[in-house]
């Protein structure tokens, strides 16, 4: 009986391990004789952290915001030359760029604890042979967004911290839904984001911006494609005929990225352009899944809904 007790435990143990990683659900586990810690990171990997995270290098621009976010400030030690929110982070050593961080900078830093995005595979696989703790945090919706911040609450012991910026998000996410609930489904505009103009390449449906612009009630033009930033072409979004036009604003100014619109072969009858709704947004505040996540939607949801929103 004991033996099949204890089989049953060790099958349930690993049970319940399968369902962390398959939803994505990032459990912590506290030896509490030792303190260590052990948390499931975003690819599914259980990493192990030894003690107070002190010294805390961060990768990708994403995961700087939520250790700032989180009050982290004094513990981050580097970050990339892409890490550009909130200014301080431009203080903080460089250990280069998001895609190809310098290792040997990294270590000279002495990290107890390096936060990195899903393309550092080979990055991550040296520093753990040099048994430095790294999460790899890569959010590209909501709900990962506060996995996100849970997690890095929970490995940098700031648990309360976490769940106050949740908190926080959610309520900005709430007061703007709120507004919006007033919305039939015919009052909702349709919307064309232009990631880049030559060629127009969009956003699909596996996109953090698609997940953006739903929330703040728009109808994306290219919902239909399963892809994060397909190529399009100036006609199939002159057949869509947008009502909103959304472009990062670091692109141009806006008499030249208009005018770059009207030059298109039948984009003048488009309702955006006929009805000047052409809005430059900034390019982090969309495209980084991180804190700010409810700023993004709100800016959304004003440029599209502006009266609903005159009295904020």
Known sequence: MKS???SFLLLLGVALLLVAVLTGCAKDVVD???GELTLLDQMGRKVLIEGEVERIVSLSPSNTEILFALGLNDKVVGVTDYCNYPPEAAEKDSVGGFDKPNIEVILT??????LAGSLHEEVVTRLEERDIPVLVMEPQTMEQIYEAIRTVGAAARVKEAAEAVVSEIEQQIDSVQE???TLADDEKVSVYYELWYDPPMSIGNRSFIHEVITAASGNNIFADIDDNYPTVSPEAVA??????ILYPDDHGTAEMVTEQFYSRPGWAEISALKEKRIYGVNSDLFSRPGPRV???IQEAAT???PKLFDNQ
């Open 4 to 6: 099949c007790k204890k």
């Open 32 to 34: 509490e004789t030792t």
């Open 109 to 114: 830093l002495e990290p107890d604890l390096v």
């Open 179 to 181: 507004k919006l609930a």
């Open 239 to 244: 057949e869509k005929n947008p009502r909103v």
């Open 294 to 296: 409810g700023q993004a």
């Open 303 to 305: 440029l599209f809904y």
